[in-house]
């Protein structure tokens, strides 16, 4: 059984830190590109980052270039986007996602990929 599971959002203050997880079962992430979305209440979803599972290769959307950091754990086939300096922006649910290809996943709008989490609010407030 597929499963791709977000965890570890949360309440933050502008400035913090989080760290979100998302971890997959059933599939294999190294086999896969992984990517990071959200969306904020009556937004579209904007793509955050992406991950080629099999030799790590990054990108990043301009509004987070800096500040987050995607890495992946092959061993506990689980990805991670490291979140610093959070602004009140940054605010959305948080969903990540997986394609086989780099193209679908992350240059096509809206993004094509075979598998999504159920996402991970976060909140950046005072």
């Known amino acids: 059984q597929v499963r791709f599971v977000e965890s570890g959002g949360g309440l933050v203050q502008p400035g913090g830190s989080l760290r979100l997880s998302c971890a997959a079962s059933g599939f294999t992430l190294e086999d896969y590109v992984i990517g990071w979305f959200r969306q904020a209440p009556g937004k579209a979803r904007e793509r955050i980052s992406c991950?080629?599972?099999?030799?790590?290769?990054?990108a990043y959307a301009d509004s987070v270039k800096g500040r987050f950091t995607i890495s992946r754990d092959n061993a506990k086939n689980t990805v991670y986007l490291q979140m610093n300096s959070l602004k009140p922006e940054d605010t959305a649910s948080y969903y990540c996602?997986?394609?086989?290809?780099?193209?679908?996943?992350?240059?096509?709008?809206?993004?094509?990929?075979?598998?999504w989490g159920q996402g991970t609010l976060v909140t950046v407030s005072e």
């Open positions: 991950i080629v599972g099999s030799d790590g290769t990054t």
């Open positions: 996602a997986a394609d086989r290809k780099l193209y679908r996943l992350w240059y096509r709008s809206p993004p094509q990929t075979e598998y």
